[in-house]
């Protein structure tokens, strides 16, 4: 109603810039984490690090190159999903018949029928019980709503600017207001029933443009299939490599990144001789 998204115009295209290369960062270090013992927290060894390394490997390249091959029907299935097929067959086909193992979901993070369904937070279970018996004091109320607010904040902000960096993928402009009340909406229903909050996700955005979902269907059909695997089919998840989603992520890393700027950054450190030296590609300036 207040037409707040308007002034994400205001945003000079450096912070654009440093919101894409921070997230990849932090998304390429998150990807780190599989390959290091939960325990000792020092790398993996041996067959089993070996077999992580083909596993994501492999998947970055099916990941990154198969939608380039002239074939209709890669135009159809998601690279990814061939990705984590292809990730689960290496698994249990080749890798674990030869004595070897590497970590999948369910050894990490099981999917389990207690947590399948959404409940609303006020119903108690087994699995999920919330203490609610306090909220209504004043200390508490306080800090729900300074957080509500810098959460919504903060959320609208990364929200809108993800949306321009999906605006540079289809080439196509997007609405910024109708992109604030879908997270608004989603949020409000997300925590009734006992969910986190959140907002637009430039990994799964990047993943969707990369498999060719480029219209508001696109993440319609990622949400349904979501909520369909973890509501329907999730005993399947645990099957799936964790080495494989890392591989798929650190493809996401690499279209997230801004790579041009690191020349920029080189230039900006240079004297004006030698970027004049080095020719138009260390003189380039970040347009306003």
């Given at each position: 109603?207040?037409?707040?998204?308007?002034?994400?115009?205001?945003?000079?295209?450096?912070v654009m810039i440093g919101f894409c290369n921070g997230l990849a960062?932090?998304?390429?270090?998150?990807?780190?984490?599989?390959?290091?013992?939960?325990?000792?927290?020092?790398?993996k060894t041996g067959g089993e690090m070996a077999w992580m390394l083909?596993?994501?490997?492999?998947?970055?390249?099916?990941?990154?190159?198969?939608?380039?091959?002239?074939?209709?029907?890669?135009?159809?299935?998601?690279?990814?999903?061939?990705?984590?097929?292809?990730?689960?067959?290496?698994?249990?086909?080749?890798?674990?018949?030869?004595?070897?193992?590497?970590?999948?979901?369910?050894?990490?993070?099981?999917?389990?029928?207690?947590?399948?369904?959404?409940?609303?937070?006020?119903?108690?279970?087994?699995?999920?019980?919330?203490?609610?018996?306090?909220?209504?004091?004043?200390?508490?109320?306080?800090?729900?709503?300074?957080?509500?607010?810098?959460?919504?904040?903060?959320?609208?902000?990364?929200?809108?600017?993800?949306?321009?960096?999906?605006?540079?993928?289809?080439?196509?402009?997007?609405?910024?207001?109708?992109?604030?009340?879908?997270?608004?909406?989603?949020?409000?229903?997300?925590?009734?029933?006992?969910?986190?909050?959140?907002?637009?996700?430039?990994?799964?955005?990047?993943?969707?443009?990369?498999?060719?979902?480029?219209?508001?269907?696109?993440?319609?059909?990622?949400?349904?299939?979501?909520?369909?695997?973890?509501?329907?089919?999730?005993?399947?998840?645990?099957?799936?490599?964790?080495?494989?989603?890392?591989?798929?992520?650190?493809?996401?890393?690499?279209?997230?990144?801004?790579?041009?700027?690191?020349?920029?950054?080189?230039?900006?450190?240079?004297?004006?001789?030698?970027r004049h030296e080095l020719g138009p590609r260390f003189q380039q300036?970040?347009?306003?």
């Amino acid at each position: 109603a207040t037409r707040l998204s308007r002034f994400i115009t205001l945003l000079p295209a450096p912070v654009m810039i440093g919101f894409c290369n921070g997230l990849a960062i932090v998304i390429g270090l998150a990807q780190l984490h599989p390959f290091k013992d939960a325990e000792t927290h020092h790398w993996k060894t041996g067959g089993e690090m070996a077999w992580m390394l083909t596993i994501c490997i492999t998947s970055m390249l099916i990941m990154e190159f198969l939608p380039k091959l002239p074939l209709k029907i890669l135009k159809v299935v998601p690279s990814s999903l061939i990705a984590v097929l292809w990730a689960i067959l290496v698994e249990f086909v080749i890798v674990r018949p030869t004595g070897s193992r590497t970590d999948v979901i369910g050894d990490v993070s099981e999917f389990t029928l207690d947590t399948a369904f959404p409940i609303p937070f006020f119903v108690k279970t087994d699995a999920v019980s919330y203490d609610l018996t306090h909220i209504w004091e004043w200390e508490n109320l306080q800090k729900i709503l300074v957080q509500g607010f810098l959460l919504c904040t903060v959320g609208t902000i990364e929200s809108l600017m993800t949306s321009e960096v999906v605006e540079a993928f289809v080439k196509t402009p997007s609405d910024g207001d109708r992109t604030v009340l879908a997270m608004g909406v989603g949020n409000l229903l997300s925590g009734f029933l006992g969910g986190m909050g959140g907002n637009a996700m430039i990994g799964l955005s990047t993943v969707n443009c990369l498999n060719g979902g480029r219209g508001r269907l696109g993440p319609c059909v990622a949400a349904i299939g979501i909520a369909a695997c973890v509501m329907g089919a999730y005993p399947l998840l645990n099957f799936i490599p964790v080495a494989a989603l890392a591989g798929i992520m650190l493809v996401v890393v690499i279209h997230t990144f801004k790579w041009f700027s690191v020349g920029m950054l080189a230039a900006a450190i240079l004297p004006k001789k030698w970027r004049h030296e080095l020719g138009p590609r260390f003189q380039q300036k970040v347009p306003r």
